[in-house]
């Protein structure tokens, strides 16, 4: 069973920094895209940043040239490295990765998340 665990998250002042990890754990063959999204309650889900296996990166309009994605593929985990944080920023942070298993058979996994609030 594979398992993703984000951390990072927590409380920071407008214009602070932050770095968010997800690290998948399990029967990993190898790993394909992984992705942020965020979440705010009342708002619709956000995909943050994108990055594939040999490390082409996309973002949102509203955090380019703030936010960076990177991946250690040796540790299976995705970073989200996010500056001049607003308080728009605030919201449930949580990646997924498509996973190659057993039989190259790929799947899309969730983790549960990590709080980010940006505030005063």
């Known amino acids: 069973q594979v398992q993703l665990v984000e951390s990072g998250g927590g409380l920071v002042q407008p214009g602070g920094s932050l770095r968010l990890s997800c690290a998948a754990s399990g029967t990993i063959f190898g790993i394909n895209a992984m992705v942020w999204y965020r979440q705010d309650p009342g708002k619709q889900r956000e995909l943050v940043a994108t990055?594939?296996?040999?490390?082409?990166?996309n973002y949102a309009d509203s955090v380019k040239g703030r936010f960076t994605i990177s991946r250690d593929n040796a540790k299976n985990t995705v970073y989200l490295q996010m500056n001049s944080l607003k308080p728009e920023d605030t919201a449930l942070y949580y990646c997924?990765?498509?996973?190659?298993?057993?039989?190259?058979?790929?799947?899309?996994?969730w983790g549960q998340g990590t709080q980010v609030t940006v505030s005063s």
């Open positions: 997924n990765a498509n996973i190659i298993g057993e039989l190259s058979l790929t799947y899309l996994y």
């Open positions: 990055i594939t296996s040999g490390g082409s990166t």
